[in-house]
């Protein structure tokens, strides 16, 4: 092993080679969670993958080689990489797997043939005679059992090493039955030279080999095109970059880029890194990272994002984040991360599958016992059939296949409509949601208001009051503290810098301008400093406040002066989103730190009926807790660092990904082009996805349900079983693919 050597915490996502059903992952995850030190490992069959927590003690080699021991193999895997180690190990694994299948096809299919001979005398079993002959088929059978098949035994060996038991134990112990008791009958009956003379299970052991290859090879496929949603978003990033130095541009590698440099996109090509526009304007399509058609235009100042597409005209970008940094990386880190992760749904496949290989063994001796001694006396070669069709109709795979290859195929689309779920617990949760508490400001908003009027007793005094409080905002991060200064600005005015500065959250502000004390708030804040509120501005302030502006006080030197309204445009979507949420029988809320007369406004205007007006910041988780106390499932929506708490405290915390990245970080969804119907979009595609995953677990159930005693029965030939067995799993994958075309 050449692993690196170094010691990591926060934990490693492991690629894993060589596991043939959902038994293999199970052994794999408990084997890792021995090792001391190992806090946490969660196995995905479908994505082989292996997400592992551990604390310092613990290197890689020793997660590597608790792998290897284990009789698989394990890579480290590497973000961002299509052609990577593990993948040409899987590639090497497919080729493999190809030649093996080529090969059993073409000595099986003579043993096939021989089947006619079962159906009565006729011109072409005749013809077909040759054969027939015990030598033959014995010499047919013989590579396709030991050598094509090595892998079964290979894999049975490992399984019953470990103490457990697989898919791998199923296959062997029912080809071998076959293949050995037609063995013993062509030495033992050395005098008969046709199949017909002595019963003979040649055929059924080989095409049962062929037939599984033949599953794992679709099985293969399948679920290559349910990953390719992040194969296609690696697929976004260029190999090189222009770079531009000393006014000469040259082509680098993408990993040669460092924040700082100033690259040149020219019309047509994809944008390197994400970073600012410098020179230049054009319209860049977002549409693989946000899931909008519609490009956006960008000009000097505006922010670029790698992986987009810029249509037309030339710019030059400022290079900010690379590599692992970009906006490209991290939503491909959290699908991967959401479809490496366990839905809570999936423990009942767990827990059949634990137990589901020493049941079908006792299944299959049980049923060989019952047709040799009581219901077919004697019959050998007739039991031992019966017992091998139980063994190969039975697998775990479809049932280990049910969750994770839907929770890949589902979030895989989702991303590709700009909806990052985090877990694949998120994407469970969200089918569940019955009540949503959406944050006001930059959620249900634009969340970019504008300074409609400052209104005093003096209108003469309006530009100086306005200069006072358009400086006493500066140093404030909040919305509507910036509309107040950009209105100033565009005005012309000269600002001044504060001597002094506080912000009050939920409140306002406090500032000394020019020797002056500026407060400008909130009625509550203003009655905490002690300030009396001026009548007429007061019923001034009511009025706007009804019209749906939200209105903050201003006092100069402790004297009520003026009102400044402020309004925030509604998102166009944003009553369509809303009808259609509600459609889904949600109940609705919106929480704001605005009073009640502007909240009721801006409710009655998207479409929503509860308000909780007048929350401070502090107060919205609380606000959220009542809500879940009461018996309700949960989401939280929001965009600022305000709404992390509540986000965070939520059955599901859903951010806008034009919000904050503190707000991405608390949430468990991310809904990247900040648009509300995608929220909607997003809790579709949670019921489709936890309604796939019932489909998929229900007819692996049923189909083993009804499929063992039908085997047991006797109305089940040995191949016909192994034929229905591997296409089981294929058809879990190809039902679980139907949500990439939603």
Not at 186 to 214: K, N, R
Not at 552 to 571: C, E, F, Q, R, Y
Not at 610 to 617: C, Q, S, Y
Not at 679 to 698: D, E, G, H, P
Request: aromatic share 6%; proline share 3%; net charge neutral.
């Amino acid at each position: 092993m050449n692993a690196p050597q170094r010691t990591v915490e926060e934990g490693i996502t492991l690629d894993l080679i060589g596991m043939t059903c959902a038994n293999c992952a199970l052994r794999i995850e408990k084997g890792l969670k021995k090792v001391p030190g190992v806090k946490d490992a969660r196995v995905n069959f479908a994505m082989e993958t292996a997400k592992v927590e551990f604390d310092s003690s613990v290197t890689e080699e020793v997660l590597l080689d608790k792998v290897d021991s284990l009789g698989y193999r394990a890579l480290v895997h590497k973000d961002l990489e299509i052609h990577g180690e593990s993948e040409k190990a899987h590639e090497k694994e497919f080729k493999k797997l190809k030649l093996r299948l080529v090969l059993s096809t073409l000595l099986s299919l003579p043993l096939l043939a021989s089947m006619i001979g079962h159906f009565g005398n006729n011109s072409v079993s005749e013809y077909l005679s040759f054969l027939m002959n015990p030598w033959l088929q014995f010499a047919l059978a013989t590579p396709v059992q030991f050598w094509i098949g090595a892998a079964f035994y290979r894999g049975s060996f490992r399984s019953l090493k470990n103490g457990g038991a697989n898919m791998d134990v199923l296959v062997a112990l029912g080809t071998s039955a076959a293949y050995f008791y037609s063995v013993y009958q062509t030495f033992v009956s050395l005098g008969a030279h046709h199949h017909g003379d002595v019963p003979l299970y040649y055929e059924t052991s080989a095409v049962l080999i062929t037939l599984i290859l033949f599953g794992k090879f679709l099985e293969h496929i399948a679920r290559g095109k349910s990953s390719r949603a992040i194969q296609s978003l690696v697929g976004l990033q260029p190999k090189t970059a222009n770079i531009i130095r000393e006014d000469e541009i040259q082509e680098i590698p993408l990993l040669a880029v460092r924040p700082g440099d100033l690259l040149l996109v020219k019309a047509g090509e994809t944008i390197p890194v994400d970073g600012t526009v410098e020179e230049g304007s054009s319209s860049v399509d977002e549409s693989m990272l946000t899931g909008e058609s519609i490009p956006v235009e960008k000009t000097i100042g505006s922010s670029l994002f790698g992986g987009s597409l810029n249509r037309n005209g030339i710019l030059k970008l400022r290079a900010s984040k690379v590599g692992k940094d970009t906006l490209l990386s991290g939503i491909i880190r959290v699908v991967q991360e959401a479809q490496g992760s366990r839905a809570p749904i999936q423990r009942i496949a767990d827990r059949i599958s634990g137990i589901f290989v020493p049941i079908v063994i006792l299944l299959s001796a049980i049923t060989l016992l019952l047709w040799y001694f009581w219901l077919q006396p004697g019959n050998f070669s007739g039991a031992l059939e019966k017992a091998i069709a139980v063994l190969v109709i039975a697998c775990p795979c479809a049932l280990g296949l049910a969750t994770p290859v839907s929770i890949l195929a589902g979030s895989g689309k989702a991303a590709t409509l700009g909806i990052l779920f985090r877990t694949a617990e998120a994407l469970e949760i969200a089918h569940k949601v019955d009540t949503i508490v959406f944050d006001k400001t930059g959620t249900l908003t634009n969340g970019k208001p504008v300074l409609k009027s400052l209104e005093s007793l003096n209108v003469a005094e309006a530009d100086s009051l306005l200069v006072l409080a358009a400086s006493a905002e500066q140093n404030s991060e909040h919305p509507l503290s910036k509309a107040i200064v950009d209105f100033a600005k565009s005005k012309g005015l000269g600002l001044s810098i504060p001597e002094s500065f506080e912000t009050v959250p939920g409140g306002g502000v406090s500032a000394v301008v020019d020797g002056k004390k500026i407060l400008i708030g909130t009625d509550r804040l203003f009655k905490e400093r002690g300030v009396a509120l001026n009548e007429i501005l007061l019923n001034l302030k009511r009025l706007r406040e009804e019209e749906g502006n939200t209105v903050v006080h201003l006092s100069v030197n402790g004297i009520h002066s003026a009102v400044l309204s402020l309004a925030d445009t509604i998102k166009e979507t944003t009553p369509i989103a809303i009808e259609r949420l509600k459609s889904l029988g949600m109940d609705l809320y919106m929480i704001t730190g605005d009073n009640e007369r502007t909240a009721h406004a801006v409710a009655r205007a998207c479409g929503i009926e509860h308000v909780l007006a007048e929350i401070l910041p502090e107060g919205k988780s609380n606000e959220v807790k009542k809500l879940m106390n009461s018996g309700k499932i949960t989401a939280m929506v929001g965009d600022g660092i305000n709404d992390a708490p509540a986000l965070a405290v939520a059955d599901l915390g859903i951010a806008m990904g034009t919000g904050t990245d503190v707000a991405m970080e608390s949430s468990d969804v991310v809904i990247m082009n900040g648009d509300l119907i995608s929220i909607a979009n997003a809790f579709a595609m949670s019921k489709k996805t936890v309604y796939n995953i019932r489909q998929n677990l229900f007819w692996a159930l049923v189909y083993n349900a009804l499929g063992i005693p039908v085997a047991a029965a006797g109305f089940l030939a040995p191949w016909i079983a192994g034929g229905a067995m591997a296409l089981s799993s294929v058809s879990v994958v190809l039902n679980a693919l139907r949500l990439q075309r939603k």
